[in-house]
Structure formats: C-alpha cells, structure tokens
C-alpha cells in the first residue's frame, strides 16, 4: 500500500490529521505531536500551502475542504487495507464460544482450540485471552470482547483422495480394502466427499461425510481450526479442491499442508486436464 510505503505522504496526512483535530498556532506542537522536527514541519506545511490542502485562519493551521477531503479518501483507503489484512489474518476482537467451565460476566477469561471449537474457561492462562460479556455455564455459550493475542493450535492437514471417475468405472474400479486402509490411517477428524462415486465409496466402508455441499470451504475452515480432513472425490474435484487450498494458502498468513492420495486403477491413465 503506498501509504505505508510512502514516508512523505504519511506525514502530509499526520499533519493534516492534527491541523483537522486540534489547535495549533505553532509548528513546534505539531512537530512534538508526530514525532518529527520543526524544521520538517515546516517544509511539509509550505509544501501543502502551495497545493491547497492548509492554510492559516486568526493565526491558527486548519486544513482547507481539499485538505478535509484528501485526508478523507486516504484514511478511508487505509481502513481498507486494514480490515482486508485482518481478515486474511482471521483477528477478531469479540466472537462467541463454548464455556469449558462455569464463567462469570466480566471475568477474564483463556482462549483454547479443542476439536476445532472455541473454547473459553475462566481462570486458566492463555497466550489468547478476552472478557466474558455474559454469565456461563460449562458447555453452554459465552459472548467474548477485547480479545486478544493467538490462539495457539497447530493447522490440520487436508488429505485428497482422487477415486475412479464415473468413466473409469466408479467403485467398480476401486479396491475397497485399500480405501479403508487409507481412511483408518489417516483416522482423519472430518470426511468431506463430492459426488455419487464418493458417497457410495464412503458406504461401502461403512463411513459417512460431515459435508458434502461447498467441501472447499468446509475442508479449510476444518483444518484452520487444528482438524485433520479427508476429501474424497474424483480427478476434477480434487483439481477444483487443490486451487482452493492454494488460493487460500496464497492470500493467508497460514499455509494449510495437503496430500494427494490416488486410488486410481493404475491401469487408467489420468487425464489432462
């Protein structure tokens, strides 16, 4: 963002910002104010005369409507900004989560991760920490403020598990004891699949899904909450959940780890995409 980058520009808005806030018939109290010289103050007020963004009303700066509106547009852009990375960065300052043991209104209370939940308890310390806006009993939920820090949880895994296609011969094509193999080693905390070819696979080894319906979404929020995932489904399902990870993995300060497990006859060429 070129307000962050650009040292020039971001002190035009600081001085603009204390001319628009305040009082100032000195330069000194706005340099003290922002923490620059009042020499520097100075060059940068001259500057901004001349482009119409200050001037000078009974001895005191103000910022002219330009000014107003210059300031205006840039802080706008920088909330922007802001509340993109944030986002991206999933920071939160109030939320709701499950009572891990009885809470009083206005306690201080400690964040933990626990099967991929939310989980608050009152007087146990955590590196992420909030106030309690309601009374709680365990396992009922709490509405959470001012919460900060981390919460400290290790990223889940997402495991794609490519099965024959419809043309390949579905599960006609597929060795179910393998399957089964490969589910009980992964021992994965949520199925997701895609298609009749995955649900009638997850019935043939007597499994079922936790979802079905948006799979991408469902498997990164899993594994963003600590939970391991298992995705079943055939080539462009599994193609489709790849970009989605790495969409994901491209635009967050998290990277979710994932695995292609091909249980493809090896007689049946993949097809290009």
Request: aromatic letters at 6%; charged letters at 25%.
């Amino acid at each position: 963002m070129k307000l962050l980058r650009d040292k020039s520009l971001s002190t035009q808005l600081l001085i603009l910002l204390e001319v628009a806030t305040g009082h100032h018939s000195h330069l000194i109290t706005i340099a003290e104010k922002i923490g620059v010289t009042k020499q520097a103050v100075s060059e940068y007020i001259k500057k901004m005369k001349e482009e119409g963004l200050i001037h000078t009303i009974n001895g005191e700066y103000r910022a002219t409507m330009q000014g107003i509106q210059f300031l205006h547009s840039w802080l706008i852009e920088l909330k922007k900004f802001l509340d993109t990375s944030m986002q991206k960065l999933d920071i939160i300052e109030s939320g709701a989560a499950i009572a891990g043991n009885n809470i009083k209104k206005g306690q201080k209370v400690g964040l933990f991760m626990e099967n991929g939940n939310l989980v608050a308890y009152s007087r146990r310390d955590s590196p992420s920490t909030g106030i309690a806006m309601t009374d709680a009993f365990r396992g009922e939920d709490v509405s959470i403020t001012d919460m900060e820090g981390i919460v400290e949880h290790e990223i889940g895994r997402i495991y794609l598990i490519e099965l024959p296609s419809p043309d390949d011969g579905g599960t006609r094509a597929l060795k179910i004891e393998k399957l089964k193999n490969t589910m009980n080693k992964i021992k994965p905390d949520k199925i997701g699949f895609h298609g009749a070819v995955a649900r009638a696979a997850l019935g043939k080894v007597g499994m079922t899904g936790d979802f079905e319906f948006a799979p991408s979404d469902a498997a990164i929020d899993a594994a963003q909450r600590g939970l391991d995932v298992a995705f079943l489904g055939c080539g462009e399902g599994v193609k489709k959940m790849i970009s989605e990870i790495e969409e994901f993995n491209n635009s967050s300060g998290e990277r979710i780890y994932y695995e292609v497990i091909s249980l493809r006859p090896k007689n049946i060429k993949k097809r290009n995409a």
